[in-house]
């Protein structure tokens, strides 16, 4: 494994200070092959724990990508299909449009089923079983398939579907079918999990002018769309499979190509909210999980990620064999520390 220059550390290390974050953890792909995974800044300021590349941070968000990996193994294992109305698996799942009785697990992961945001419902005991049950009686925010409302309620209930057409629980599924054949051992899907191990970074955010501590936000019910926890050597062997097309670092393959591509490819259309000048960096396309675009002419996929006290970011830029994803453990702002990093690598 190569590693990065002193220069590039010393640039990295400067952009953490100026955005006042406590630890980052940093996975760099370059040339189809892991350049260097690093840990920068602390973990737990007060017990003065640095951050490793196995320190394991929330990557909210980046949780998408990951549960539409997951789908798409379903898929070439004949237990889903993209097209088929979700109702054929979960038969209470239908929204308040009678249009959506058409809705398909493509709609859900583009975020084309006009079911927009209402994060204030992640929290609670309730099960996604009944979430699903409850979502009926809520008006959308525009039509069905209309156009793309970005919405974790819904990437929720695509783990409920997977759950419901497989019989097992989403977190089996993700160890089973995802996680384990990537030899992500020090990735889960529950803050639970995360508490039992050693290393991990607790979530931090400015009050006041005062870094504070946060409780670990327990994201179970949506956790589809938001709860994986994940480190940066594992983040490494999450973003080689993308870049090898589909395969596990041995080879084998994960993924089908044809299913692949599919889940790679252009399906909706909404701006990003960072956009840094056109002909430059572009991402304005959503596929399933993942923005879509070009950097520099590129072709560039990236998602980001932010919960209480974590932001994230992954990319990869595949004819280029490259990627990169930063975790960090700050609630915001870290989005110019991100794309500085990213730049600078």
Not at 51 to 60: K, M, R
Not at 77 to 90: C, F, N, Q, S
């Amino acid at each position: 494994m190569a590693k990065l220059s002193k220069k590039v550390l010393m640039a990295i290390e400067k952009e953490l200070n100026y955005w006042r974050i406590p630890g980052a953890s940093i996975a760099i792909i370059k040339d189809g092959m892991v350049w260097d995974t690093i840990g920068i800044g602390y973990r737990n300021i007060e017990q003065n724990l640095k951050a490793t590349a196995d320190t394991q941070f929330g990557i909210a968000s980046c949780s998408k990508s990951m549960t539409s990996a997951l789908i798409a193994v379903l898929v070439d294992k004949g237990i889903l299909k993209y097209d088929e109305p979700v109702t054929t698996y979960a038969p209470e799942l239908v929204l308040y449009d009678p249009a959506s009785k058409d809705m398909t697990l493509r709609d859900i992961l583009s975020h084309k089923t006009g079911f927009g945001c209402h994060d204030a419902i992640w929290p609670g005991e309730r099960s996604r079983e009944e979430l699903a049950k409850s979502l009926k009686f809520i008006k959308p925010c525009t039509g069905f398939r209309q156009e793309a409302i970005y919405s974790n309620v819904m990437y929720a209930m695509a783990g409920y579907v997977a759950e419901c057409a497989s019989g097992e629980a989403w977190d089996d599924l993700m160890q089973k079918y995802t996680f384990t054949p990537l030899g992500m051992t020090g990735t889960n899907c529950s803050v639970n999990d995360m508490e039992k191990d050693n290393d991990y970074a607790l979530p931090y955010r400015y009050r006041n002018g005062s870094l504070n501590p946060l409780k670990l936000w327990n994201l179970d019910l949506a956790g589809p769309a938001a709860s994986i926890n994940s480190t940066a050597n594992d983040m490494a062997k999450w973003l080689m499979m993308h870049i090898k097309g589909g395969k596990t670092e041995n080879g084998t393959t994960l993924i089908e190509h044809e299913t692949f591509k599919e889940m790679h490819s252009a399906q909706s259309q909404f701006e990003d909210s960072i956009g840094m000048g056109e002909g430059f960096y572009e991402c304005d396309d959503y596929s399933m999980g993942w923005r879509v675009g070009k950097y520099k002419e590129h072709e560039f996929y990236k998602h980001t990620g932010k919960i209480e006290g974590f932001n994230s970011i992954q990319a990869f830029l595949p004819q280029e064999g490259a990627g990169v994803a930063i975790l960090t453990n700050l609630h915001s702002p870290t989005v110019p520390f991100m794309y500085g990093v990213l730049y600078t690598i």
